[in-house]
T-cell receptor, first 115, second 111 residues
Framework: NAGVTQTPKFRVLKTGQSMTLLCAQD?????MYWYRQDPGMGLRLIHY???????AKGEVPDGYNVSRLKKQNFLLGLESAAPSQTSVYFC??????????????FGPGTRLTVL | KQEVTQIPAALSVPEGENLVLNCSFT??????LQWFRQDPGKGLTSLLL?????REQTSGRLNASLDKSSGRSTLYIAASQPGDSATYLC??????????FGTGTRLQVTL
């Protein structure tokens, strides 16, 4: 039981390049989330999904796209990276209110630098 | 818009002390409140979750309380140890279990 895994762990991009961050969970959770963490700002929600094939915008969605084609995977895409997207990205999952505890489980993070 | 504030931003205590971390939120319409621990360069680990109908939760040396009507929660750590040094994050859950986080309290426990 690996929990929530993220790929890659580190990445350096040049402005304008694109990339995809992969999140995978093996807990059969319905809900998945992408957050970014910046110094002094705390964690902020980018996009989320409440089930396979669904996605929705969070607090800071601009410049990002997501897809949830399989229940266990949640992909975060940057089409044209900007220095303002330099951050640590965390994926999380939960069973939601159907899961009595509703605890969110986090991945180890992806540290992205955009030059 | 929900806003979560954590006080203090940083705290340094000698080993063995009992300590309290504070969290406040502006909108009392929450499903639950969660406390997380984050070690440097690592992900978040859930410590305690308090449902909106509950007043407190305990796990080992940790006790978290919730006063939903006043928008406050406290995390009490008894007999602190150097291994407790980390950043502690408070988050409240809204619709679709989305979390709104505070900016954290960075705790250092010294020998």
């Amino acid at each position: 039981n690996a929990g929530v895994t993220q790929t890659p762990k580190f990445r350096v991009l040049k402005t304008g390049q694109s990339m995809t961050l992969l999140c995978a969970q093996d807990m059969n959770h319905e809900y998945m989330y992408w957050y970014r963490q910046d110094p002094g700002m705390g964690l902020r929600l980018i996009h989320y999904s409440v089930g396979e094939g669904t996605t929705a915008k969070g607090e800071v969605p601009d410049g990002y796209n997501v897809s949830r084609l399989k229940k266990q995977n949640f992909l975060l895409g940057l089409e044209s990276a900007a220095p303002s997207q330099t951050s640590v990205y965390f994926c999380a999952s939960t069973g939601g209110l159907a899961d009595f505890t509703d605890t969110q489980y986090f991945g180890p993070g992806t540290r992205l630098t955009v030059l | 818009k929900q806003e979560v504030t954590q006080i203090p931003a940083a705290l340094s205590v000698p080993e063995g002390e009992n300590l309290v971390l504070n969290c406040s939120f502006t909108d009392s319409a929450i499903y639950n409140l969660q406390w997380f621990r984050q070690d440097p360069g690592k992900g978040l680990t859930s410590l305690l979750l308090i449902q909106s109908s509950q007043r407190e939760q305990t796990s080992g040396r940790l006790n978290a309380s919730l006063d939903k009507s006043s928008g406050r929660s406290t995390l009490y750590i008894a007999a602190s140890q150097p291994g407790d040094s980390a950043t502690y994050l408070c988050a409240v859950s809204g619709t679709a279990s989305k979390l709104t986080f505070g900016t954290g309290t960075r705790l250092q426990v010294t020998l």
